[in-house]
């Protein structure tokens, strides 16, 4: 089917234009951009930049005025081994960062990048919009229920294993067909508690090898099927760095690569570092499917 016979609005979001934030519509007509506000000292690419008050709002400002529309807090690195944090820890990193864009940004749709269901409880009460579980409810089963209870968007990631142990070792007899098959079995359960606006992410690093993850970007458009918008994660990861064999500090062009090749497959939602590219490649897409 080409899109000279579907809704050009409606192509990049799994037919929704629109998802429920707590009573704020956020617009989904065209793909929108996640930007990426970590408040850890040791996530893989921006790890300890963004800790003080000052930093917090200017990164915020910087990614706003670039055109971010969700800016996406995290306070428990998930990279590749990383060690679990504390909950209290992940608390005392996030809820301040939560409180503090909501206060500047008043306007701004925040989403807390947590799998446990205590922080995200918490975020919402500081002002938090969407639940970003890179867990898909597999590391706390009370997380599907607390997104039910809140009414919020949330959004379903595939992991395989936990980051510490995720890339020791991942298997798939069929990665697409694997991938596929848990977002239909968990949309069923999350609709039948009452959770209606869904995001799904497959997960790119997760527990994938470089080739799961390609095989998965060659065939994000299979995931409409499912109806729901589409997210991918893709910024500055190891499916680049070790195509290209650099450091996640020069892989911006291989970003902005991917990110293309997941709009032209549909992708509602780009999480992102780096706002501008992103921003631009969403521009000359958009621009190019109207043709």
Known sequence: MSLSSVDKDTYFSGGKTTINCRGRLLDLRKPLLMGVLN???????DGGRYLSEKEIVERTGKMLSEGASVIDIGGCST????????ERVELGRVIPAVS???????????SIDTFRSSVASAAADKGADIINDISGGS???????????????????????TPEKMQEDPSYDDVVKEVFDFFSDRIKILENIGVRDII????????????????LLKNLSLFGMLGKPLMAGLSRKSMINRV?????AVALNGTTVLNTIALL???????????????EAVKIVKYYRNF
Do not use: Q, W
């Open 39 to 45: 408040v850890t000292p040791d996530s893989f690419f």
């Open 79 to 86: 990279r590749p081994g990383a060690e679990n944090v504390d």
């Open 100 to 110: 503090l864009v909501r206060k500047e940004f008043p306007e701004s749709f925040i």
């Open 139 to 161: 590391l706390d089963k009370e997380m599907f229920g607390t997104a039910a209870a809140l009414r919020m968007p949330y959004i379903l990631t595939h992991i395989r294993g």
């Open 200 to 215: 799904i992410d497959p997960g790119f690093g997760f527990g994938k090898t470089t080739e799961h993850n390609y095989m």
């Open 244 to 248: 290209l064999g650099v450091k996640p």
């Open 265 to 279: 497959n549909g992708v509602s939602v780009l999480r992102v570092h780096d706002v501008k590219e992103a921003s």
